[in-house]
Each structure stands twice: as structure tokens, then as C-alpha cells.
């Protein structure tokens, strides 16, 4: 049976790969008629994946399932410091998107650009991140991990409250974002405006 920690990482990658796909799609669809809407909601996504993988999802893989994997398998090592590295700079990057999301609202066109190519490229880099965590790390982690090993992960994994997945304890607060983003996101992402 696998490990519940392995089917809630992988839950909160298909999460976070949505919430991506998503800001992008909106990013290129663009303000239209709605610009106070298109930021409000932009500002909510990023702030979803500035809050919830950066501040949960990535401090309990850094934490807990890299060390293991790097001791047991370390021809993995340097994929790790590559993952390591990434969460490092994640929050950094996602708060410099927050700040150039600001600055074309705020200052107009002439900051559109530089915000696209950069969540463009943020995208990109994530997806990466998480494709080798994916085909790299978790496939070696089953491999070596002991029963020990999963049961310290499930129990940390379990406490997530990722609303994106709909399972597991629910936080009132994440409900409230992702609500917040579904509501006012233009379809087909959600039932807003376009």
C-alpha cells in the first residue's frame, strides 16, 4: 500500500500545477473589462502559492523526506540540492511577482510586460521543480525509506489543509481564498466575470 504522505505530496503537486496552469491562462487572458476583479483575483493566486506550498508543503519535504532519501540514496544528492536550493528561493520569487503584480496595477502597461515573462518563467520553474520531484526523488524514496521513515512523513503530510485537494482537515481560512479565487476568476477557471 503506499505511503499516505506519497499520495498527499502527490495530491498537492496536481493542486499547485492547476493553481499555476491557471494564473497563467489568466495572466493571458488579461484584465479586459475587469481590471480591479483581475488583480484582486491574481493577487489571491499568488498568495495561495506564496501561503500554502512555501510556508507547508515544502518546509516538510525539506525537513523530512529530503534528509532520508540523501542518506540512503545519494546519487540523488544532487537533485535534492537542486530541490533544496528551489524552496530556498520560492518564497523570494513568489513575493517578487506579488510586488511586480502591484506595480503594473498600480504604474499601468508599462509593467505588464516584465510581469508576464516573470510569471511565465516562475511557472516554467516550478513545474520543473515538481516534475523531478515526481520522477526522481519520490520514486527513489520508495525504494529506501523504512516503514519508520513513512510513518514520520504521513503523520506530518496528514496535517495539510490544502483546500485545491478537498480532502483531508479543512483550514477556514484556505477555504476562504480559494472560494475567493473561484468566485471571482472568470470561467473557465471559475464563475466570475470575464
Known amino acids: 500500500m503506499e505511503p499516505i504522505s506519497l499520495r498527499i505530496i502527490h495530491e498537492e503537486h496536481v493542486a499547485l500545477a492547476a493553481m499555476l496552469r491557471s494564473t497563467q491562462s489568466l495572466v493571458e487572458h488579461g484584465p479586459g473589462e475587469h481590471p480591479e476583479n483581475f488583480f484582486q483575483v491574481l493577487q489571491a ?3 495561495y502559492i506564496d501561503e500554502f506550498p512555501e510556508r507547508l508543503h515544502h518546509p516538510k519535504e525539506s525537513a523530512l523526506l529530503f534528509p532520508p532519501v540523501a542518506r540512503l ?3 540523488t544528492r544532487f537533485v535534492l540540492e537542486r530541490l533544496e536550493s528551489d524552496h530556498q528561493r520560492g518564497e523570494a520569487a513568489v513575493r517578487e511577482l506579488q510586488h511586480q503584480l ?3 496595477e498600480l504604474l ?7 510581469f508576464e515573462r516573470a510569471v511565465k518563467q516562475h511557472i516554467e520553474f516550478y513545474l520543473e521543480h515538481m516534475r523531478l520531484e515526481e520522477t526522481v526523488i519520490l520514486p527513489e524514496a520508495k525504494k529506501v525509506l523504512s516503514p519508520a521513515d513513512w510513518n514520520e512523513l504521513d503523520d506530518a503530510f496528514r496535517t495539510n489543509c490544502d483546500p485545491l485537494t478537498g480532502k483531508y482537515p479543512r483550514d477556514p481560512g484556505f477555504d476562504r481564498l480559494f472560494s475567493r479565487i473561484i468566485m471571482n476568476a ?3 477557471i471559475g464563475f466570475g466575470e470575464g
Open 108 to 114: 499601468g502597461e508599462l509593467r505588464r510586460a516584465a
Open 102 to 104: 502591484t506595480a503594473w
Open 73 to 75: 540514496a545519494p546519487h
Open 186 to 188: 472568470p470561467a473557465p
Open 45 to 47: 493566486m499568488l498568495f
